[in-house]
């Protein structure tokens, strides 16, 4: 689904990316982790053309992404659920889940995937005509979620989901996405701090370090190979 060759990506003058390379297949989850810094923000804001890189080569479904203005990118398939969440504060629940689905044309699709949303986060479904900034962190993490969804994405880019949630709301929001590979397909680029929430639910694991890609490998060789966990991780 996505394929990323020697990406060169950064802030002005500043390069973070470095010669980044990665594979993520159709249908999988791929967890990039890493130390504050490594890049992994970045990463994700030159793949959905929030910051332009300076090199490199990246594909979605085989198609060639790069300069594609992010309204074109959504079209094809990418979400992006930034670090910080992006729910407009002034508007409601549905309004903001609502601009989730703006762009599409199959409306009675977007009806239904709203719908869908409702089901699967049910406290927002409780909230619908509550403002964003009425909303507490894990309620507007479902909403930034829920909001991607709306769109039906084929390719996931999930900046820190976790960050400042209750421990029983990141094992629901791991196990939804583990939920929505197996039964829509979508693929998952999650960064996560959260290393073994994050290794739990991928099927790749990605190390990267000073702007780069140190280890990429089947998230359960991560997860089980104490050497590997030492070196790379930590822990
Ligand atoms: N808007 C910006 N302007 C300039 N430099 C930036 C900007 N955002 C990030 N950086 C720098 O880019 C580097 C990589 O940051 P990035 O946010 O991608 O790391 P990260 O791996 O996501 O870290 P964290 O886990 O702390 O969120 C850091 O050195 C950071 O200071």
Known sequence: MLVVRGLEAGYGAAPVLRAVDLTVAAGTIAAVVGANGAGKTTLLRALSGMIRPAAGQVLLAGEELRGTPVEQLVRRGMAHVPEGRGVISELTVDENLRLGGLWRRDRADAARALDEVYDLFEP???????????????????????????????LLLLDEPSLGLAPRVVARIMALLRQLRDRTGLTVLLV????????????????MSLGQVVIAAPAATLRDDVDLR??????
């Open 192 to 207: 996560e701090q959260n290393v073994r929430s994050a290794l739990a639910v991928a099927d790749q694991g990605v190390v």
């Open 230 to 235: 030492h070196a790379y991780l930590g822990f």
């Open 124 to 154: 927002l479904a409780r909230r619908r005509r509550h403002l964003g900034h009425q909303l507490s962190g894990g309620e507007r993490q479902m909403l930034a979620l829920g909001r991607a969804l709306v769109g039906r994405p084929r």
